[in-house]
């Protein structure tokens, strides 16, 4: 790790908390893909090409789980046409990782319409899946028309409100948060002081050196307030987890990846197993964005999550579905 | 674009102003007045109608939407709307409603019923 190769970036985060500059060489569209770890607060950032050059003891450890998101089942308009095709592939790639995920979390959106049918779909599909233990949070589609009921019903099993939850895994502590419920006109996500309260009751005991990973649909980070992309109270949520030495955020939603580190925690967005989106204010809206069919699958895309007792941060490795 | 609105408005208060001159009742000629949901937003945005107008809005987006209304309690609620599925509310008092989209928040609109 001590000889600097490349395409290798380092950032020193122990000044201010916010490194623009890390920040921006580190943001990764979709399509890109790149593999970002921190140690120590330094920022080590390399682009998955040159993945094949690093030591495989960066990707590899105690924990190793999947994240995958905005499955949007029930959703055929020219963008995808076939979004049960496309989440069959994600699972494809999860099945063929080199080191085997212990479960997956999926941060939302699973339905495209909230219809029993599509959230049958995406079970029965995922249970071609190896790791058989799912996670879930609810995005703005799993919610419509009875406020989570449904969802709740299938999903919700042993959690608060309105399907917040936090469970441990090999040390690991996990936070699933609900910010899709209750949005105000002209708003933002919302977690809402419930479950606010819940979760500075949650990590109280914890200890600061518990790695915490928080997953949940909305970016809890201000990525594009323009499109509401973002949780009105995120900061309070991350207020929080100031005392924690290592906080992986990761979101679903905006349809691509996108990184960013401020202080100890690192946000990180995942691509859709559907269709892409647009780049924040790059298009009219922030509706589907159709590409050849034959560029589909390298802006979808599954992200490989490991945690390394001893390191300080989780390393999130993004890969397309092509 | 924020002229050819004004004109609009200002072409579609005269229509609504002429109407007035013959009108019956309102209740006997209520007139239907559309919204449409483009690019995630509703065009137009604030629209002014006569008391007892039905409005209905279009979804013409490739994502649903709803139209929900924002006073407490709520005035109208639609289902979710997918693409070109509609929703229409026949306005029967004066005043303005504020709405939006509870799926998209940042999409708001508001009829004014004169």
């Not at chain 1, 623009?20 to 790149?34: D, I, P, Q």
Request: glycine share 8%; aromatic share 8%; hydrophobic share 40%.
């Amino acid at each position: 790790m001590s000889a600097k190769k490349k395409d290798e970036i380092i950032y020193d985060h122990n000044n201010d908390g916010i490194d623009r500059r890390g920040f921006l060489k580190c943001m990764a569209w979709a399509g890109t893909g790149a593999f970002c770890v921190i140690q120590g607060g330094v920022l080590k950032s390399y682009a998955l090409s040159r993945m094949p050059e690093t030591n495989p003891k960066d990707t590899m450890g105690e924990l190793s789980f999947v994240q995958i998101s905005d499955s949007h089942m029930g959703f055929n308009k020219a963008a995808n046409p076939d979004v049960a095709a496309t989440l069959k592939v994600a699972v494809d790639k999860i099945n063929a990782l080199p080191t085997a995920p212990e479960f997956m979390l999926h941060t939302g959106d699973i339905s495209h319409l909230s219809k029993p049918e599509e959230f049958d779909t995406v079970d029965q599909i995922l249970k071609g899946a190896k790791p058989k233990n799912v996670f879930y949070v609810p995005g703005e589609h799993d919610v419509l028309n009875d406020d989570g009921k449904q969802f709740l019903e299938r999903y919700g099993k042993g959690s608060k409100g309105a399907g917040w939850y936090s469970f441990e895994k090999r040390g690991v502590h996990f936070i699933g948060l609900v910010n899709v419920m209750n949005l105000k006109a002209g708003g933002l996500g919302t977690l809402g002081p419930e479950q606010l309260e819940w979760l500075e009751d949650d990590v109280k005991h914890l200890k600061s050196s518990t790695p915490i990973v928080v997953f949940a649909h909305i970016p809890l980070w201000s990525v594009y307030p323009e499109w509401g992309w973002g949780t009105e109270d995120s900061a309070q949520a991350l207020a929080y987890l100031k005392k924690f030495g290592s906080v992986t955020v990761l979101n679903g939603h905006i349809h691509q990846t996108l990184q960013k580190v401020e202080g100890t925690v690192t946000f990180h967005t995942a691509a859709s197993t559907a269709f892409p989106q647009p780049q924040p204010g790059k298009a009219d809206s922030p509706g589907p964005m159709k590409v050849p069919a034959e560029q589909l699958r390298s802006v979808l895309g599954i992200t490989d999550v490991n945690y390394v007792q001893g390191q300080h941060a989780l390393a999130v490795v993004d890969s397309t579905l092509a | 674009m924020v002229l050819a609105g004004a004109l609009l408005t200002i072409a579609f208060v005269m229509s609504v102003e002429g109407r007035k001159g013959l009108t019956l009742s309102a209740q006997d000629k209520a007139a239907t007045t559309e919204v449409k949901i483009d690019n995630f937003s509703f065009g137009p945005a604030a629209l002014t109608v006569a008391v007892g107008s039905t409005v209905t809005w279009t979804n013409r987006d490739d994502i649903p939407h709803t139209v929900v209304s924002t006073d407490d309690p709520k005035k109208f609620k639609s289902k979710v709307l997918d693409t070109d599925e509609k929703f229409s509310y026949t306005f029967t008092k004066a005043g303005t409603y504020p709405y939006f989209c509870s799926i998209h928040p940042k999409m708001t609109g508001k009829v004014i019923v004169q």
